[in-house]
């Protein structure tokens, strides 16, 4: 009698939930695609038809698709000159194209928008357009105007990429305006940042850039790329801009989500000291452990590239994605193997051992798969990869046998904590860089520092008011004022 009343009552129960709360739990994991520009994928109306056909049959859930391949646009609201490649139908906007088609289809499926952040051309072919970056402030430049990064020696092609400096304010403004204009005009569900680091330890070297330094430092002299002060110099360079990107979006849309593919070269950290001399921090100046703990990226995405079949790199591929699992703070990582490098059985068991749990039972995200153009290292169809991903092969299990949503991000969504990001200019109307500002909330201080255009910023604030101080070196009653930060924005200001 008794399991008879508890089964009624079960099932009133049961009745009674919301319909999308019967059987809704499916798994959240991202499941994504980077999808490049230098091959085909999206060019046309029908391959964007087949891109997403092929995403629902793999059960995945998310593209990231490169519309910013170097300085140029594979989207028609641009800041840009339209991308010069011919494989682009004339006139068709393959961005809005995306987003319609996936967020019509069922189940949806995210876009991500993947712009290459700093190298902005690569051919000894100057572009068509006058009014393309590179014609503007790459080689011919002159001045405040020359944009580049160099290297020490003064040679300023990195391989065959031409890059902007992130030590330049003038390059960085243009550059984030590049990404808030995206989210601006298009109903993106993110925007990914590529590149997004210096070309190595011996780049860094545009004029400006190195005149702030010593500007900032007090030195006159040319640092050794290996100069420790020069080097974290400029990981703060790439921390604004990456803090730029992240505070002036979510300005505009606080949903939308901002992610980076980033670095993960080598063998991977077990502690902070190993990480500290690994190749994000060490090679290439990207600390994105830091923006992770700072709240100024919602999903950083390793790129994995490690070949299973090579021993060393297995050992690589394992180090880093414990790292991953272990590290996320409050933010989502989702690994990225390349499959491109892998065979399929490869890439399943690579793809499976970055959905397990770590020692400490901590799961990352999910993954991101390079590419959608190359599924192999073997060329096998890609209807094969796609097929094994859902039915497993004789090897190897499935990874993705049922679908997945995309995982909520709970701060964003119902976060009781806000930001605040601002500007401050001398009376003349420069902006002070380098200054240090203050922020008060009771007890709490926070110290932050403006970048080269005079921008500073906080995510993951306490809603409420709080005191902005401006600190300089022979004031000693700093000026401030008052501003309100309400959860789920940015509180803007401006200081003159």
């Known amino acids: 009698m008794k399991k008879g009343i508890a089964f009624i009552l079960v099932a009133v129960m049961v009745m009674l939930l919301p319909l999308e709360a019967v059987g809704s739990n499916q798994r959240e994991e991202w499941r994504a695609f980077w999808v490049d520009a230098f091959h085909d994928g999206f060019k046309t109306p029908q391959q964007v038809d087949r891109l997403l056909e092929d995403v629902r049959r793999a059960n995945a859930n998310t593209v990231v698709v490169q519309v910013r391949r170097r300085g140029d646009a594979y989207f028609n609201r641009a800041l840009e000159p339209r991308t010069e490649d011919p494989a682009l139908t004339p006139g068709f906007d393959a961005l809005q194209d995306l987003i319609d088609k996936a967020h019509a289809s069922e189940p949806r499926i995210e876009v991500h928008?993947?712009?290459?952040?700093l190298p902005i051309w690569n051919s000894a072919t100057p572009p068509q357009s006058p009014e393309h970056v590179f014609n503007r402030h790459g080689v011919g430049a002159q001045g405040r105007d020359y944009w580049l990064m160099e290297r020490v020696d003064g040679v300023n092609r990195s391989g065959a990429d031409y890059v902007l400096d992130p030590g330049h304010p003038d390059a960085v403004d243009y550059t984030v305006d590049q990404y808030v204009n995206v989210v601006r005009q298009y109903a993106v569900d993110g925007i990914h940042l590529d590149l997004v680091r210096y070309m190595g330890p011996d780049w860094g070297y545009n004029p400006t850039s190195l005149q702030r330094f010593q500007n900032q430092t007090g030195r006159a002299d040319r640092p050794d790329p290996q100069d420790e002060e020069w080097k974290e110099w400029r990981r703060q360079q790439v921390d604004h801009l990456m803090r730029q990107v992240y505070l002036r979006s979510i300005a505009v849309r606080p949903e939308v989500k901002v992610s980076a593919a980033v670095i993960a070269w080598g063998a991977g950290p077990a502690t902070d000291e190993e990480y500290r001399r690994s190749a994000p921090m060490q090679e290439v100046m990207q600390d994105w452990d830091g923006w992770?703990?700072?709240g100024i990226i919602d999903l950083a995405m390793p790129m994995n590239y490690d070949r299973e079949h090579v021993p060393d790199q297995r050992q690589w591929y394992d180090q880093w994605i414990t790292w991953q699992k272990d590290r996320p703070y409050d933010r989502h990582i989702a690994a990225g193997p390349g499959i491109y490098l892998n065979t399929i059985d490869g890439s399943l068991a690579q793809i499976a051992r970055a959905q397990a749990p770590s020692a400490s039972g901590n799961h990352l995200a999910?993954?991101?798969?390079?590419?959608?153009?190359?599924?192999?290292?073997?060329?096998?169809?890609?209807e094969a990869f796609l097929q094994a991903l859902t039915a497993g092969t004789d090897n190897q299990s499935a990874v993705f046998a049922e679908p997945a949503t995309v995982p909520s991000m709970p701060w964003k969504s119902s976060s009781q904590r806000g930001h605040l990001m601002g500007t401050i200019h001398n009376p003349a109307g420069e902006p002070l860089d380098g200054a240090v500002v203050e922020l008060k909330q009771g007890n709490q201080w926070i110290q932050l520092q403006t970048d080269g255009n005079g921008f500073f910023g906080k995510t993951d604030l306490k809603a409420?008011?709080?005191?902005?101080?401006l600190l300089t070196a022979t004031n000693a009653n700093p000026a401030q004022q008052t501003i309100r930060v309400e959860a789920g924005q940015v509180a803007e200001m401006e200081w003159r």
Do not use: F, I
């Not at 409420?464 to 101080?469: A, F, L």
């Open 113 to 117: 928008a993947w712009l290459a952040t």
């Open 292 to 294: 992770l703990e700072e």
């Open 366 to 382: 999910g993954v991101s798969l390079y590419s959608y153009a190359v599924t192999d290292m073997d060329n096998q169809p890609r």
């Open 464 to 469: 409420g008011m709080w005191k902005v101080r």
